[in-house]
C-alpha cells in the first residue's frame, strides 16, 4: 500500500528538556514501565543515578513539592505544565520521585541561595525577598517551607493533589483580624523550561507522566485513577490489582493505563515531526532532534525501542473492552497486524491482560521509518471511524482521520461483506543498521469506533417500544458524561458561568442526508450559568449544559453548504467567565435564532444553533435546568461510566409537526451505564426529563429555553427577528 504523506500535516511540534542528565541513569528491566504480569503495570519510569543527578523541569510548570513516604531524606515534586509541551495531548503532572530533601529545606525553612543552589530556590527567594523589599512596612519572617506548599502535617495522604494547585484561600477571624488558614497560606512557585529543580539523589529514582482528562474530581466511588497525595508521595507507583478478586474491576482498573506514558517513549516520540529535546551539558543547553534523541537522550532506559499503542474505543474504553470486536466466535482475536500487507496475522488486543499493544520488534528493511499494518473489526456501518490523536496514520484519509467510507473494504467475491477494515498504516522513526531497523521509542493514541453495541433496557420507557432501545446509539449517545463531575476550582455562581471541561476525546460521525459529511474529535464541557427570568420571588434561573467542543475535524468540501465549521477550539480543563452577565454566550461563529412553536397548547421557545458562515455546526447542545440535572446526577452516582442518552419520541425519525406547521423533535433523556456485572443498560431517571430539538444540533428542555429572549446576551443582534418565522 502506498503512502500517502501529503495527507498529514503535523500538528505535535513537541519541544521538551529533558529532566536529567541522560548519561547518569541506567534502568534494569524490572525499573521499566508497563505490565510486570498480568495484575501488576508499573506507571513509574523507574531507574538509577550513581551520582546526584540535576533535575530540570521538562517544561513551563507550577511546582510542588511533598515528602517521600518512608524517607527523612527524600522529597518528589510534582510539575503542572503551563504550557504543553506537545500540541494535541494534555499532561496533567509530570511527577518526580526522589530528589534531595536538602537541597530545598533545611528543617521548616527554605534553604537560602548559594552559588551552588537549584534555579528553584533562587527563584523563590528573590521572589520571597522582593515582596518583603516592596512592603517595607510588614515584617519578613523567616522563609517557612509551608510558604510553598510543603506542609505535611496539614496535608493528609487521602487530598487530592488538585487541592493544592487550586486552592481558595480562607481567612479565620483572630483578635480582630482576618488571618489565612494553614491549610492555605502558601503560594506555588512558576518554574520557566529547563529550570534546575535540585538533584535526584544517588539510587534508586522516577519520573511519571500523567495524562490529563479534565481538572475536575468525582465522588470517592468512581473507576478513574485516584491522583491524591499517597499517590504524589510514593517512591515508585504499580497498579496492583493482586487483591482485587471481581473479574470486571480488575477490567475496569486496567483502563487506567490509559492515562499513563513511559518517559523514553515520551521524549522518543520528539524525534519526529520538527520535536526536539533540550539537555544540560555541563551547563549548556544543546537541542537534540532526530536521531540524536535515541543516541543522546534515551538509549539508557531499557524500553528505548518501544512502540507503545493505545487504542481508544467504544465509551472512551479501550478496543474491544465489551467483547463487542472479535474476528470471530471461536477464538479471543480482535485485530490482525503486521509489518507487510501480506503478511498479517491475527492478534489479541492487549498484553499480558493489559489494554496496550507493545511493539519492540526489529525489521528486516533498509528504510528511515518502521511501520506496522493494523486491520481492525467492521461491522461496515456508516459511522465506522478512525482518529490519530498522537501519532502518524501514513495513509490517513486526512490528517490522521478516516470515515467509514474510506475503511469499509469492498464485497468479496462470495458476495459477502469482510468483517475487516482496509489496512491502516502506523508510520515511525526507526535507527539501527540495515535489515535491522529498530523502533525509536513512541507512543500512539488511536481513537476507533467500528462496530455497534447494544444496550439492555433496564426499563422500558413509557411511549418507547423495546425495539428502539436495543439499537444502535444516536448521534449524541455516549458523548456527555462526567455528570457528577465537580470543578476543582471553587466558585461562586454569583460571579460568572462556569464551565468544566472533560478532555478525553471523543469522535462524533456528521451523517446525513446519506452521506459523509465530515467526523469531528470533540472534548465535552458542562457550562453551569444563570439566567434571568423576570419574574418576582425567582428572579433567576440556575442552568446546566452539555456542550461540545471541537477539536480537529475531517470535513468533505464536496458537499457544498453542507460541510461542516472547520472552527476548532480548545478550552482549558477548567475556566471560569466572569463578567456582568452570568449567562453562557456560544463563542464565534456560533449563535442562537428562537422560533416560537406550539405543542398541546403549549408555546414553547424553541432554540436554533446557526452559524455566521452558513455551515453546518460542528457543535451540540443539551440544554437542561439545574432541578432536572439534579435527577440525572441522583441516578448517576449509582452506577459506572454513566452517559446521556436521547430516546426519540417522533416514529421513524419522522419530526413531528406543531399547529404552526413547524418541524421539531422530541425526546426523553435516559442514562446509558455499566452495572456491577459489566453489562451496558438503559435506564430513567426517577422522573421524566423532555427535550426537545428544531436542527438535531441543539436540544432543549422547555424551562431552560424558556427565558432566552431577544435581550439575551445568547442572541446576536437582530438575528431574533430574522428567526421568528411566526404568521
Known amino acids: 500500500m502506498a503512502a500517502n504523506p501529503s495527507n498529514f500535516v503535523s500538528p505535535f511540534a513537541p519541544q521538551s528538556h529533558f529532566f536529567t542528565d541522560p548519561a547518569l541513569i541506567t534502568q534494569s528491566e524490572a525499573q521499566a514501565f508497563g505490565p510486570a504480569s498480568p495484575d501488576v503495570f508499573h506507571v513509574t519510569t523507574s531507574f538509577n543515578v550513581t551520582t546526584d543527578a540535576p533535575a530540570f523541569a521538562i517544561c513551563p510548570g507550577v511546582a510542588l513539592v511533598q515528602p517521600q513516604t518512608g524517607s527523612n531524606n527524600l522529597v518528589n515534586l510534582i510539575l503542572r505544565p503551563f504550557k504543553q509541551p506537545i500540541t494535541g495531548i494534555n499532561i496533567k503532572y509530570f511527577i518526580y520521585r526522589g530528589l534531595r530533601k536538602a537541597d530545598f529545606f533545611n528543617g521548616d525553612k527554605v534553604i537560602l541561595p548559594t552559588t551552588g543552589t537549584s534555579d528553584f530556590v533562587n527563584r523563590i527567594n528573590t521572589a520571597f525577598n522582593s515582596y518583603y523589599a516592596a512592603n517595607p512596612a510588614i515584617v519578613k519572617p523567616d522563609f517557612l517551607a509551608k510558604f510553598i506548599g510543603f506542609d505535611p502535617a496539614n496535608q493528609p495522604d487521602s487530598m487530592p493533589i488538585s487541592n493544592l494547585f487550586f486552592k481558595q484561600s480562607e481567612y479565620v477571624s483572630n483578635n480582630g483580624q482576618s488571618n489565612e488558614t494553614a491549610q492555605t497560606s502558601f503560594e506555588l512557585p512558576m518554574m520557566p523550561m529547563g529550570a534546575s529543580l535540585g538533584r535526584f539523589a544517588n539510587g534508586e529514582c522516577g519520573i511519571d507522566i500523567v495524562l490529563n482528562y479534565g481538572d475536575y474530581q468525582l465522588p470517592a466511588s468512581n473507576d478513574q485513577f485516584v491522583f491524591d497525595l499517597a499517590y504524589a508521595r510514593d517512591n515508585d507507583y504499580s497498579i496492583d490489582l493482586t487483591q482485587v478478586t471481581d473479574a470486571f474491576q480488575k477490567k475496569l482498573i486496567r483502563e487506567q493505563i490509559f492515562q499513563f506514558l513511559d518517559a523514553a517513549a515520551f521524549f522518543g516520540f520528539h524525534s519526529t515531526d520538527q520535536g526536539t529535546v533540550t539537555v544540560n551539558s555541563n551547563g549548556t543547553k544543546i537541542k537534540k532532534t532526530g536521531q540524536a534523541v535515541y543516541t543522546d537522550v534515551i538509549q539508557n532506559f531499557q524500553t528505548k525501542n518501544n512502540l507503545y499503542l493505545y487504542i481508544q474505543s467504544d465509551r472512551t474504553r479501550s478496543y474491544n473492552f465489551y467483547e463487542n470486536y472479535g474476528i470471530s466466535d471461536t477464538d479471543d482475536h480482535s485485530l490482525l497486524s503486521g509489518y507487510t500487507e ?76 469482510t468483517n475487516l477494515t482496509k489496512a491502516i498504516i502506523l508510520n515511525n522513526p526507526n535507527i539501527g543498521p540495515n535489515n535491522a531497523k529498530q523502533n525509536i521509542a513512541t507512543f500512539y493514541i488511536l481513537l476507533y469506533q467500528g462496530v455497534v453495541y447494544d444496550y439492555v433496557a433496564g426499563q422500558t420507557p413509557t411511549g418507547v417500544e423495546l425495539s428502539d432501545i436495543i439499537t444502535q446509539p444516536s448521534l449524541l449517545d455516549d458523548i456527555f458524561g462526567s455528570l457528577l463531575a465537580i470543578p476543582v476550582l471553587k466558585t461562586t455562581t454569583s460571579t460568572g458561568c462556569r464551565i468544566s471541561t472533560s478532555q478525553k476525546i471523543k469522535l462524533i460521525n456528521h451523517y446525513f442526508d446519506g452521506k459523509q459529511n465530515g467526523i469531528s474529535a470533540i472534548q465535552s464541557n458542562i457550562v453551569n450559568d444563570i439566567i434571568e427570568t423576570g419574574i418576582e420571588g425567582t428572579p433567576m434561573l440556575n442552568r446546566v449544559a452539555y456542550i461540545t467542543e471541537t477539536i480537529d475535524v475531517l470535513t468533505n468540501v464536496s458537499d457544498g453548504p453542507k460541510v461542516i465549521t472547520h472552527d476548532t477550539k480548545s478550552t482549558p480543563s477548567l475556566s471560569t467567565m466572569v463578567g456582568a452577565s452570568k449567562t453562557y454566550t456560544l463563542p464565534a461563529p456560533f449563535y442562537l435564532g428562537i422560533q416560537l412553536f406550539t405543542e398541546n397548547n403549549q408555546l414553547i421557545n424553541g432554540v436554533k444553533l446557526l452559524t455566521t458562515d452558513g455551515s453546518v455546526p460542528n457543535k451540540f447542545i443539551i440544554g437542561l435546568t439545574q432541578e432536572e440535572n439534579e435527577l440525572l446526577k441522583a441516578f448517576a452516582i449509582l452506577y459506572t461510566n454513566v452517559r446521556i442518552a436521547l430516546l426519540k419520541l417522533s416514529p421513524n425519525d419522522i419530526p413531528l409537526k406543531s399547529a404552526e406547521s413547524i418541524d421539531y423533535y422530541k425526546f426523553k433523556i435516559a442514562l446509558l451505564y455499566e452495572n456491577s456485572a459489566g453489562d451496558l443498560v438503559l435506564n430513567l431517571p426517577a422522573s421524566d426529563i423532555l427535550v426537545y430539538s428544531l436542527d438535531i444540533k441543539y436540544y432543549f428542555s422547555v424551562n431552560y429555553s424558556k427565558y432566552i429572549s431577544q435581550d439575551s446576551d445568547e442572541i446576536k443582534g437582530d438575528i431574533y427577528n430574522e428567526e421568528l418565522n411566526l404568521a
Open 342 to 417: 501480506s503478511t498479517l496475522t491475527a492478534a489479541i488486543y492487549g498484553n499480558n491482560g493489559w489494554p496496550l499493544i507493545i511493539d519492540n520488534t526489529s525489521q528486516p528493511h533498509n528504510d528511515t521509518s518502521n511501520r506496522i499494518y493494523l486491520q481492525l473489526v467492521t461491522d461496515n456501518s456508516v459511522n465506522t471511524m478512525l482518529y490519530g490523536q498522537i501519532g502518524r496514520i501514513e495513509n490517513a484519509q486526512s490528517n490522521n482521520f478516516c470515515n467509514a467510507d474510506y475503511l469499509i473494504l469492498p464485497i468479496n467475491n462470495e458476495g459477502t461483506p
